[in-house]
């Protein structure tokens, strides 16, 4: 199937994935709804990557609450789903597979970023930082920061790769985004699949 109903994101394009039942992951921003597919796309991650992704070891429990105090924030949470992008009358979202979540403070956002094992390697991560650069340039963020742990070799290749600039401590690993630079390589991404013959 071409990309096309049930999975058109409001973002404009799938991307090409193996997921169950349909071509593509469709990205929309999340809310309060989506609460409970957030918990449990959270709780599948392996205590390791929940390290990583919070550079502290956190149970079930406190990401019930990481989740509950998303939307008292200003916040982006850019979800994809593997299904259906919005619920209807007969049915719900299809399961979120990954998830990066900004926390925005004055000209800065603070990203938090998780893709379920079974999707890596396959530029998702790559794409949520950047449409979430392209995203939040309109509301007047300049820079994006995210935090992990040392040694997180594929965040810090993810960011590499897109001009994030890396700043290694003792404990932990701060990285920086320059959002003008995320929103071009997002233009580019889209322009080169609107150009892409359909299948
Ligand atoms: C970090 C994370 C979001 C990346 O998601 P992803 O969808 O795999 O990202 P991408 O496919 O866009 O890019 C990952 C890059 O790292 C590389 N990579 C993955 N695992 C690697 C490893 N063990 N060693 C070296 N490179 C690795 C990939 O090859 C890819 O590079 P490529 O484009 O040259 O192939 C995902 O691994 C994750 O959810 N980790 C747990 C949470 C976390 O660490 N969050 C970051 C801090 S908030």
């Not at 597919?37 to 919070?54: C, Y």
């Not at 320059?178 to 233009?187: Q, S, T």
Request: a positive charge; charged letters at 20%.
């Amino acid at each position: 199937m071409p990309f096309g109903l049930p999975n058109i994101s409001w973002l404009g394009y799938p991307l090409s994935l193996p997921c169950a039942g349909h071509a593509g992951l469709g990205l929309r921003a999340a809310h309060r709804g989506d609460g409970p597919a957030l918990v449990s796309h959270l709780r599948a991650l392996e205590p390791a990557d929940r390290r990583m992704r919070f550079c502290a070891t956190l149970g079930d429990d406190a990401l019930e609450r990481h989740v509950s105090g998303l939307w008292a924030r200003r916040a982006l949470v850019l979800a994809g789903f593997d299904g259906p992008v919005w619920g209807g009358p007969l049915h719900g979202p299809g399961p979120i597979r990954a998830v990066a979540e900004l926390s925005i403070a004055g000209d800065e956002a603070e990203l938090g970023i998780s893709v379920d094992t079974g999707l890596r390697r396959r530029g998702v991560g790559t794409y949520l930082v950047q449409t979430a650069g392209a995203l939040l340039a309109p509301r007047g963020v300049r820079r994006i920061r995210a935090y992990t742990l040392p040694g997180n070799a594929s965040f810090l290749k993810l960011a590499h790769a897109i001009g994030g600039k890396v700043e290694t401590g003792p404990d932990e690993v701060e990285v920086h985004f320059d959002v003008g630079a995320l929103g071009v390589g997002y233009r580019r991404r889209r322009a080169a699949e609107l150009l892409r013959p359909a299948a």
